[in-house]
Each structure stands twice: as C-alpha cells, then as structure tokens.
C-alpha cells in the first residue's frame, strides 16, 4: 500500500521582505511522482528557484527558493508549492486528481499559457526557454473543475443541459459582456476544446461521464 503523499510547511518565499509560509512536497514525494507520472510526460524531478508574480501570492511578485519541483516535457518545470488549502492536498490525496491536472495544464499551455506559466513570454525556434508553471493556479482551476462543476456535468446528457447550468455558475466564459451574451459559446472553438477537456478530466473522477459534444 502506497504511503499518502502529505503537504508540509513551506518558508522559502519571499514577497519583499515578507516571508511568507506556503506548502510544499519533499524532494523525495516528487521522485516518487516523477515515476509514477512518467506517462503523462513527466522527465524527472529537481529542486530549483523561480520568481514571477503568480497565484500563489494573489498576482503579487515574490520569488521562491529551492523549491521542489517536477520535469515536464524537458523544459516545462512545475513546482510542487501551493497555497495552503483543500483543493491543494486533494492533488495527492484523490487518485484522479494529478491526472487531471495533466490533462488541465496540457490545454492551458495550448490555448491560455499566459494563465498556466509564469511570467510567460512565447519561445521562438531559437530559443527554447525554460517555463514555470503557476502550480496553484493549476490545483485551483481543477478544483473548479471538479470540485464546483463535476458531479453536476457527469450526470448531464447534452450541450444543452451544459449551457443552462454554465449560465448561473460561468465554469466556461467567452469574454463577452452583457445580459444577452452567451456565455458558452458553441461556435467559439476556444470554448468547445475547452469543454472537451473539462470532460476528459471529470470523467477521470466520475466514468460514467457522457462526452455530449
């Protein structure tokens, strides 16, 4: 029986001259996530520093020692520091949590890297710069995800039912602003990969999920 993977303390973040306390994985938590996790791309595991403004500290710039951290991709780094909360330690503690997260960052990376990766800035063929991850951000758009919108979604049987529900708890928005908007738009492409893959993750919570587009 696996050991449960638990967050602990953090203190190695400093916004100014603050430092503030955050949690954190051990070194040894992300080698045994790195070979449990080889298949949805991640290489390995480090400890580094980053910096940037980010979830973590409400959008506020603070930079992060030696933290603990996963190799994705060979150049994509997600650091295993969050914000002190439940949908946190759910990453560890519910089995369809971090293959969600896989799938959620995949897409975010794809379609919005400026939510997904810090202090984002789009490499060209000539350089192939380093990226880090807004891990928190991640873990809290999941929860969105599956915590607000899962159960409700793996029981609906068509768009339609999606698109009244969307209505009152705006899981997916388009941008557009007024009361006759629509808030999901079938016609945004943008917006049905997104569904598309808010499917993909709460079926990895609830099987019985219907992909309805």
């Known amino acids: 029986m696996e050991e449960e993977i638990t967050l602990k303390p953090f203190r190695r973040v400093l916004s100014g001259y603050e430092v503030l306390s955050k949690t954190a994985l051990t070194i040894q938590d992300c080698s045994e996530l790195a070979d449990k996790y080889k298949q949805f791309g991640v290489d390995g ?7 940037g403004p980010s979830y973590l500290n409400r959008y506020l710039e ?77 873990a809290f758009r999941l929860s969105e995800i599956l915590d607000v919108g899962g159960f409700p979604i793996s029981r609906f049987e068509n768009l339609e039912e999606f698109i009244v529900w969307n209505r009152i708890y705006h899981l997916i928005e388009n941008g557009q602003i007024g009361r006759h908007s629509r808030i999901f738009d079938e016609d945004n492409p943008i917006n049905v990969s997104e569904l598309k893959m808010i499917l993909q993750v709460v079926q990895l919570k609830y099987p019985e999920t219907t992909f309805f587009i």
């Open 62 to 138: 603070c930079s992060i020692k030696s933290a603990p951290m996963l190799v994705y991709k060979r150049n994509i780094f997600i650091p295993m520091v969050f914000r002190g909360a439940k949908e946190s330690q759910r990453l560890f503690t519910e089995p369809s949590r971090m293959p969600g997260f896989f799938v959620l960052l995949d897409w975010l990376i794809e379609n919005r890297p400026e939510k997904a990766i810090i202090n984002y800035r789009a490499p060209d063929e000539f350089h192939s710069e380093k990226m880090y991850v807004d891990s928190a951000y991640v």
């Open 45 to 51: 595991y480090r400890i580094g520093d980053y910096s």
